[in-house]
């Protein structure tokens, strides 16, 4: 099994990013690494240093700028609001096209994927994207958009939306470290989501294609 205990993973941020969408994969990460000999180096980067405002308000800290960020094996892109303005920014674009050139793999939650999609990495693969934005998503005209609550392409991999990065992540471990590594990281964080639904959402008439299949 591979060393990942000399590996670094990248989680990018930037303002008005969605806080779920970094936070949950950032607790599945880093508690591989405490339980089961994960990425050694974990950082959040973004663009300046200094304090950010998320999406929902909540104000956060990252460890590195992109000027003083070291080479990242992964990279991982949140969503959010944020997202809008900086598909626009060619120094976040520049970032994440040249990290992503020796990436191990990079992954997207909700609308990071439309970030992806700007730098080039998505032409011609398989995405998703958070179920309100799939149709934005299409018009791209250039992604296979698929409604699953995540999508790998090779090294590429993307989720739907907020809480379905943590899915993601999981299924990310679990194809890097094994189904055991994966297993000790959910025991540890009682990710073990509940079954219930309410309002009947998965009948609406934007639910994605994964929610109105019978569950097993």
Not at 47 to 72: M, Q, R, Y
Not at 81 to 86: A, D, P
Not at 158 to 172: N, Q, Y
Not at 182 to 195: C, I, L, M, R, T
């Amino acid at each position: 099994m591979q060393d990942f205990t000399t590996t670094t993973f990248g989680i990018l941020v930037f303002p008005e990013v969605e806080e779920l969408d970094f936070v949950g994969p950032w607790e599945m990460l880093t508690m591989w690494s405490k339980v089961a000999n994960g990425p050694g180096r974990c950082l959040i980067v973004s663009e300046s240093p200094g304090p950010l405002t998320c999406a929902k308000g909540l104000s956060i800290n990252p460890h590195v700028s992109f000027a003083d960020c070291p080479p990242l094996d992964y990279l991982l892109v949140p969503g959010g609001q944020g997202t809008r303005r900086e598909v626009g920014n060619r120094a976040l674009l520049d970032f994440v096209s040249s990290q992503a050139a020796n990436c191990r793999a990079v992954l997207s939650v909700c609308t990071g994927s439309f970030v992806l999609h700007a730098t080039g990495l998505l032409a011609g693969k398989r995405a998703t994207t958070h179920w309100a934005q799939l149709d934005r998503f299409r018009e791209l005209g250039d992604v296979d958009v698929v409604e699953e609550r995540f999508v790998r392409d090779g090294k590429l991999w993307s989720s739907a939306g907020v809480s379905a990065g943590i899915d993601l992540m999981l299924a990310f471990i679990a194809s890097e470290s094994g189904d055991d590594a994966a297993g000790k990281v959910q025991h540890a964080s009682e990710y073990y989501p509940a079954e219930t639904r309410y309002g009947k959402y998965e009948d609406h008439a934007q639910a994605p294609a994964y929610l109105k299949r019978p569950r097993p």
